[in-house]
Structures are given as C-alpha cells and as structure tokens.
C-alpha cells in the first residue's frame, strides 16, 4: 500500500519564526489533507490540497503530485501553533485514508 | 463541514471490562470511520461502518473485540471489549464530507 512520511519528526521554534513540514508520499494521490492536532487531542483539517498552493492565513501549502510531496508552511508561528501536523492521503482505492506519523511542533513563547 | 460529537470525552476502566463510545454527526453520512491513536503515534484506522451492513474491519482488528453499530445515518457506535492496557488510546470517529475528512473530539480512554 502506499506510504507516507514526515519530516521533520520533531520541530522546536521560537514564537515568531517560520516553519516548513515536509510530506512524502510513495505513489500518485487524488487527495492529500493536513490536519493540526492540538495538545488536547482534537484534529482540525487545515487544507484540503492534491496539487498546487493554497493558502489560509499565516498557512500555507503545496503540493508538487508530479514529485510525490506536499509541504506546510507556518508564518510567525504562535504558541497556539503548538501540536502535532499529520499528513494523510487516500489510499489507491478511493476508500481509507493512510496517515503520516506526524511532526510534533512545539513554539516556545 | 461536518460536527462530530462524541462521547464519553475520557473514561478509566478496569482491565477486563467494556466500554462503549458513541458518535453522532450533524448531517447523514454513509460512511463512519474509527481510529485509534496509541500514545505518541499516528492514527490506525480500526474500521469503516456503514449504515444497514456489518462494519468493514483493518487488519489487526476483529469484530469481537471491536464491535460496532451504525443504526442509521447519523450514529454509530464502537464498543471496546475485554479491555486490557494495551487498549489505552484515543478512540475517535471520522467522516469524509466532500473531499475533506473530519474528526469528532475524541475519547481518551485509559485502562488500569
């Protein structure tokens, strides 16, 4: 099946400064979605982005579908940003989405 | 979108016993889907219920263990049962609305 992974595994930022996630993937996607997972454990969708840039916000993302990666931006990160990023995928038939291991992003005031 | 309430939000239980979460989302939808998420890991999907059919279950996971209802079209139900340690996890349910998938808030589920 296909696989998904993250990097960096683990982030450490100064409230301020910005941040890039990484997503890669092992075969072509029609769906890729970011989620934030807050420190108590609630998943909010951030993008929904199979290719191209989109942005919301001090977030951004793009997905390049061609070289099987996505990326997440963050902006002059708060400490509201704090969390874990997954990044999840639609498997190849149409059905379960496969989720990458997440970053843990810690912004420190 | 789609709201997704679930509940209990946490429960401790005694190894040995059950405990059943409930999901309810605020529009129909035909298909729901459990994780579980281990402490410190990703989320492993458990199983996709649909309404009026036996739930369809991922590898690792059987229906004695992990039973589930989907009465209608907007609830559904996982129990967890025989409950040992390993079972500690967050428990939440999903639903895809349009191209987007969405999560309700979780049950943070400890056995002792």
């Known amino acids: 099946g296909i696989q998904v992974e993250q990097s960096p595994p683990d982030l450490i930022l100064q409230e301020g400064a910005n941040s890039t996630l990484r997503c890669n993937f092992s075969?072509?996607?029609?769906?890729l979605q970011w989620f934030h997972q807050n420190p108590w454990g609630q998943l909010i969708n951030l993008f929904y982005?199979?290719?191209g840039t989109k942005q919301n916000g001090r977030l951004s993302a793009t997905t390049v579908a061609t070289e099987r990666y996505s990326l997440l931006y963050i902006s002059s990160s708060q400490t509201t940003d704090s969390g874990v990023y997954f990044c999840?995928?639609?498997?190849?038939?149409?059905?379960?989405?496969?989720f990458g291991p997440g970053t843990r992003l810690s912004v420190l005031p | 979108s789609a709201v997704i309430s679930q509940k209990p939000s946490r429960d401790i239980c005694q190894r040995g016993t059950s405990l059943t979460i409930q999901c309810q989302v605020d529009?129909?939808?035909?298909?729901m889907f459990w994780y579980r998420q281990q402490p410190g890991q990703s989320l492993t999907l458990i199983a996709t219920?649909?309404?009026?059919?036996?739930?369809?279950?991922e590898s690792g996971f059987v229906i004695d263990k992990f039973p589930i209802s989907r009465p209608n079209l907007t609830f559904s139900t996982l129990t967890v049962s025989n409950m040992s340690p390993e079972d500690s996890s967050i428990y939440l349910c999903?639903?895809?609305?349009?191209?987007?998938?969405?999560f309700g808030p979780g049950t943070r589920l400890t056995v002792t």
């Open positions: 999903s639903v895809t609305s349009g191209t987007r998938k969405y």
């Open positions: 075969d072509s996607v029609n769906n």
């Open positions: 982005i199979p290719s």
């Open positions: 999840a995928v639609l498997d190849n038939y149409g059905q379960n989405f496969v």
């Open positions: 529009s129909q939808v035909t298909m």
């Open positions: 219920a649909n309404q009026g059919s036996e739930a369809t279950y």
